[in-house]
């Protein structure tokens, strides 16, 4: 081993001794850095990663590696000196390991000089230091690949310029056989087996950031084969000249054998896919914990089917395999209740019409240019997710995410598969438990508490009603066996004791059938389990039907195992009806809804009834427009019965028409808000960390005014990076950035919240600063860079926040909105002619009820959401983003999942979105601040390439000190 370190040391130090040390690591360096800056536009892709670092490194190595092992055997058989080298008593296997070696530390020297890169983007964004690692790794593994198959060309001719050419052809071919170009060519079988040989497709698994031994093992069989292969070489010319005997025949076999074992090693270590380490962070190309979760959930078999065609668009082709290996670690980790299929078909006809007729899954066509041609191919790339007679079905559009660098530049991935999965699982799953028995999910008993009065004080409706509800608890109680107890008592039994204690702890009053009615009675339910207690409505029509409506939704609330109803409040406006070539009129909410309808079922709700659906497990409020007291009723009533109301509302109406403008907003809620010590104020937040918004300009051009659309710093587009985040509690878990846009400060009420708990979620930077100014149009002739002045002191603004805890009604004292419609015997001018969507759905179960009842307190679970926003959540604002970004901008609506499942306690696939593939963004900088770090990162390659300059200085004066020590003992 000392003969091998020596002679590696020897040849790692016979670099530097020439200028060939300081040739090649300032053309790496260079190349790395133009294609870094340059080609891959760091800056323009927005993304916190140093994927542009590696994403050429395979073509880079090709001709490095060729470049660095062309002289090493050439020159010596080119001086002669291959001769004395062989009859040496120095093995030859130590000759070629220390030339590899000493090739590999040259690649290790410059690969360390690149470093500043990925510290350069640590220091501007988020980075996963896990993919940098598997990066450098798979890097060092590749380029020892290529320095073997280097050294067994060059052993093989006496000419560099041949060994070069020869090298470069040979990796190149490694390279070419798992590229896109030709596994595009063949179906998904033969790519699959194409990228299993490929040199680059080997590459970009490990530097995601998973190493597998497989991969791994990969690399290391080349270097045995082809360094095997060196040495048999080297034998060879040793043998030269002589007659061929046994020693040269044990060799060749020996020989055979090695490269044999080496090949069928990889056959043999195929199989094995548990051999992975996923070191991103947050194991993100990993089965989580959560959808372990799910999958232990399952009593029925679940079917995982991927409809894949054999040709498919060349973009979509390499994330195959991807989908390919997840599923199959949904097999595993399902133990026996999942079972994936992977079908063409195009290839099975039978299966082709089940998927149409069945599952109306379709192919897709999709338009490929060759160089010769365009053509269109119809394929399929879907995933059908069925449970039961439950089934969801993931298109490419699910689950791929597209950015764009320029119109002819797009870079696919799979947005966030693991996610998409497990979220239709979840979906079949609760819904098929949805559909049997109620308790089966419910693990803790729960006891049901009614407080009404006696049949005589009851008005007929209710007493009907009573006999109802006694029905129904049998009926439940039977289901639900121990796990279900029923209380009933009279409030007014003991001297109106327990009428207090209600009265006090839950906001429950004596009720009435009408205004003036002086005859009061009780008529109300609770359901409670462990510290949790959930009202129950009592419903809009008064019949068994719609009772026992209301006591199902109550008891979901205990139980994980069913779908959540979303009641969804948004303004009134013509909806987008493309097939008919009308755009929709007013704020559209489509993004929003599409989303939340993938794991939740949504209710659209106008509240004009004064009630919120009775199955709603939470409501959601957004941009509302003037709320009459009616609809402030159901806010405020869903809300005092333990319910999250998350609101998204500002002082201000945004109009984006023909020229920006900003007109006061009156949403109806500001008297409510402020009763629960929560404040608007009625100014705008700017912040010079924002992002960027196509803005129509108008410049005036010899006394011609031109308007056009350029890409702006927008102070109104408030970007709020981690820092403006609350962290602990997981509501902006996988999120690194989201833009507020036109928001308004929200100032809490300490003294009315002093026993409430408040969560901070969203502020601007230390640097924004408020307006109240209407005039939202920029103007950089006048204020600068940014387009506005700052005005008054700077400062971080509060534009999000929960506020959880008890809460008094807004009604508190008052009679009921309900009742005074009724009283007053006639109908809003507005509502003469029309029923509401919530009238007109009540009417179809029965006649609506006079009574109504005013819960005056909440119990601890009331809970208010706020984001300061009107159209932070529209299809305009998302589309704007987007624009700007070049990819598709969800993460206003992913805030506003995170939010619905954190106050659902649905926690399972709050913990695995948002890892996606572009969710890390780089911090927000300024023209200048990108300049300086491009110009410190070359900065550091020269003074690194100085660096490279002393060493070969010191290793030619060591050099020179060696030989002139040499010389004098040898006249000595």
């Known amino acids: 081993m000392n003969q091998l370190f020596q002679i590696a040391r020897k040849e790692f130090a016979a670099f530097f001794s020439s200028p060939i040390a300081f040739i090649f690591f300032g053309a790496f360096l260079a190349v790395t850095l133009f294609i870094f800056f340059w080609v891959e536009t760091f800056f323009a892709r927005n993304i916190a990663d140093v994927r542009p ?197 044990q060799w060749a076999a020996a020989t055979t054998l090695l490269v044999a074992n080496f090949i069928i090693g990889n056959l043999w270590l195929q199989p094995v896919g548990w051999a992975r380490a996923d070191i991103t962070q947050g194991n993100i ?69 089940e998927a149409g007729q069945k599952y109306g899954i379709r192919p897709v066509p999709f338009q490929t240019a060759s160089k010769y041609q365009a053509s269109v191919v119809n394929s399929y790339f879907d995933i059908l997710i069925k449970y039961g007679d439950q089934y969801e079905v993931l298109g490419f559009r699910d689950l791929i995410e597209v950015k764009a660098q320029s119109e002819a530049d797009l870079e696919v ?73 029923v209380e009933i008592r009279d409030p007014d039994a003991d001297g109106g004791t327990l009428a207090r204690k209600i009265e006090s702890e839950y906001g429950f009053r004596p009720m009435a059938a009408g205004l003036f009615d002086p005859d009061t009675f009780w008529f109300y ?134 020229i920006l403008s900003a007109t006061p907003h009156e949403s109806g809620l500001k008297q409510w808000l402020e009763h629960k010590g929560i404040s608007i104020r009625e100014e705008m937040v700017l912040d010079p960390q924002n992002s960027a918004f196509p803005i129509p300009i108008q410049r005036n051009i010899g006394g011609f005014i031109v308007q056009e659309t350029q890409m702006i710093a927008y102070p109104y587009f408030v970007d709020i990076r981690e820092q403006g985040m609350e962290q602990e509690s997981g509501i902006t878990a996988g999120l690194s950035q989201v833009t507020m846009n036109w928001a308004s400060p929200i100032v809490i009420d300490e003294e009315k919240n002093k026993t409430r708990r408040i969560i901070p979620l969203l502020y601007s930077s230390e640097n924004s600063w408020t307006s109240s100014s209407t005039n939202i149009q920029p103007d950089f002739r006048a204020h600068g860079q940014l387009g506005f002045s700052p005005e008054g002191e700077t400062g971080k603004q509060l534009l999000a926040v929960v506020v959880e805890g008890r809460f008094d009604s807004f009604f508190k004292g008052k009679p009921s909105p309900l009742l005074k419609r009724e009283e007053a015997g006639e109908q809003p001018p507005e509502e003469k002619n029309e029923k509401t969507t919530d009238e007109a759905t009540a009417g179809e179960k029965g006649e609506e009820s006079p009574i109504s009842r005013v819960i005056e307190k909440s119990p601890e679970s009331g809970r208010i959401i706020l984001f300061s926003s009107n159209t932070f959540l529209s299809d305009s604002a998302l589309e704007l983003v987007s624009a700007a970004l070049r990819t598709r901008y969800f993460n206003p609506v992913q805030l506003v999942e995170n939010t619905i499942d954190w106050s659902l306690e649905e926690r399972g696939l709050l913990s695995i979105r948002g890892r996606g593939h572009f969710s890390r963004t780089l911090d927000p900088l300024d023209r200048d601040e990108q300049q300086f770090w491009e110009y410190l990162n070359y900065a550091l390659a020269l003074l690194g390439l100085a660096v490279v300059w002393l060493l070969r200085r010191i290793a030619r004066k060591r050099a020179r000190i060696y030989y002139q020590s040499v010389l004098n003992e040898g006249r000595a």
């Open 413 to 485: 991935e799979l947005r966030n598969p693991e996610y998409d999965i497990t979220r239709a699982i979840k979906k079949v799953l609760f819904a098929y438990q949805g559909a049997g028995q109620l308790f089966e999910n419910i693990t803790q008993p729960v006891t049901f508490r009614g407080y009404i009065s006696p049949d005589a004080r009851l008005p007929e409706q209710l007493v009907e009603l009573r006999k109802g509800l006694d029905e129904t608890l049998a009926t439940l109680k039977k289901e639900a066996g121990d796990r279900l107890k």
């Open 525 to 658: 339910m609770t359901l409670e389990s462990s510290d949790q207690i959930v009202p129950v409505p009592l419903p809009e029509t008064l019949d068994t039907a719609s009772l026992k409506r209301s006591i199902d939704t109550a008891l979901k609330r205990f139980s994980k195992g069913f779908l959540k109803t979303i009641a969804l409040h948004t303004p009134p406006g013509m909806p987008h009806m493309p097939q008919f070539g009308m755009p929709g009129s007013g704020k559209q909410f489509n993004w929003l809804q599409e989303r939340l309808r993938e794991e939740h079922t949504i209710q659209p709700s106008d509240l004009k009834a004064g009630r919120v659906p009775t199955d709603a497990d939470l409501l959601l409020v957004v941009a509302p427009e003037s709320l009459d007291e009616k609809q402030l009723f159901a806010v405020d009533q869903f809300l005092m019965e333990g319910g999250t109301v998350i609101l998204s509302t500002s002082p201000f109406d945004i109009s984006m028409q023909q």
């Open 53 to 249: 670092l590696f994403s050429w490194m395979p073509v880079l190595l090709i001709f490095l590696g060729a470049a660095i092992t062309m002289r090493m055997w050439s020159e010596e058989r080119r001086s002669g000196t291959l001769e004395f080298l062989l009859t040496s008593p120095v093995p030859p296997w130590q000759l070629v390991l220390g030339k590899f070696l000493a090739c590999l530390m040259l690649v290790g020297v410059a690969l360390l000089l690149t470093l500043p890169l990925p510290v350069t983007v640590a220091f501007i964004g988020n980075l996963d230091w896990g993919p940098v690692f598997g990066g450098y790794l798979a890097t060092l593994f590749l380029a020892a690949a290529y320095i073997a198959i280097g050294l067994f060309v060059s052993a093989r001719s006496d000419n560099q310029i041949i060994s070069l050419i020869v090298t470069s052809l040979l990796c190149g071919l490694f390279y070419l056989v798992g590229s896109d170009a030709l596994t595009g060519l063949v179906g998904n079988r033969g790519s699959e087996l194409l990228q299993l040989l490929g040199t680059g497709s080997r590459f970009e698994s490990i530097t995601r950031g998973v190493i597998d031994l497989r991969d791994l093992y990969y690399y290391l069989s080349l270097v045995g084969i082809f360094l095997a292969l060196n040495v048999f070489s080297l034998e060879r010319l040793r043998w030269a000249g002589n007659p061929s005997n046994s020693r040269h025949r």
């Open 285 to 353: 190309y990993s089965i989580s914990d959560s959808t372990r979760n799910y999958l232990a959930q399952l009593r029925e078999p679940l079917l995982i089917r991927g409809y894949f065609s054999a040709q498919t668009h060349p973009l979509l082709a390499p994330l195959v395999p991807r989908l390919h290996d997840l599923l199959e670690e949904y097999a595993v980790a399902g133990k026996g209740k999942v079972r994936v299929e992977f079908v063409d078909p195009l290839e099975h006809p039978e299966l082709e019409q």
